[in-house]
């Protein structure tokens, strides 16, 4: 067993998907966010590493073709163009179990301590469990998901309505205070990877481990 994994997590396992979002298309960085390196490692590397631990498969939700050497399965967004939530609805379409774990590729900070606390959490009475920072925004592209978010998911696309903060309104979400409860939270810690000057920032910051 992996050090700092309990035997339930592990045994558990096989009750997760992965979902490695990385769809964004990277324009102000020139380049699919996921295939960057960072300290030696490509960002999609480092998400694989964190979520593997936790779950039966990964899949990364992408149109990129490039992904298909990794050991991970592709899914391509079923409509074009509606950004994270079309991501999200495509992969809990393919994933073949209830329960999800999602990671966005370009949130470099999280780390598996992060997954470790989500799954101390009772997350089967939710749809879905996303950090709720200062008590002021969710992060939505962090945390778990249920399938039964699909048939809320597909009510909203069919009035074009994309927003993630709108689905939550309409389902049970565990709002994660992670200021008070967990113990690795730091203020850049679901910070995001936006443009070449936070590239460079971030590679002296990053600490280079799941």
């Not at 966005?104 to 598996?112: E, G, S």
């Not at 048939?151 to 903060?165: A, D, S």
């Not at 113990?183 to 936006?194: A, E, G, T, V």
Request: glycine share 8%.
């Amino acid at each position: 067993m992996l050090p700092g994994y309990s035997t339930v997590q592990m045994e558990n396992k096989k009750l997760y998907t992965g979902i490695i979002l990385a769809g964004g298309k990277g324009i102000r960085l020139g380049t699919d966010k996921g295939l960057i390196e960072l300290n030696g490692r490509k960002l999609i590397e480092y998400a694989i590493d964190i979520l593997s631990p936790f779950c039966n498969e990964i899949i990364i939700s992408s149109n990129n073709p490039d992904y298909r050497i990794l050991p991970a399965r592709i899914v391509p967004d079923l409509a074009a163009g509606n950004g994270p939530m079309m991501g999200i609805y495509s992969s809990l379409k393919a994933s073949p179990t209830t329960a999800n774990l999602i990671l966005a590729v370009d949130n470099i900070f999280v780390t598996r301590g992060f997954f470790r606390y989500l799954l101390s959490l009772n997350l089967s009475a939710y749809h879905v469990a996303v950090p709720y920072v200062l008590n002021k925004y969710f992060e939505p592209l962090v945390g778990y998901y249920s399938t039964k978010c699909i048939p809320v998911m597909e009510q909203m696309m069919q009035e074009r309505n994309y927003k993630l903060p709108d689905l939550f309104s309409m389902i049970l979400v565990n709002k994660l205070m992670v200021e008070r409860d967990f113990p690795d939270f730091k203020q850049n810690y679901f910070q995001s990877l936006n443009n070449p000057e936070d590239l460079v920032m971030l590679k002296g910051l990053h600490p280079g481990r799941p």
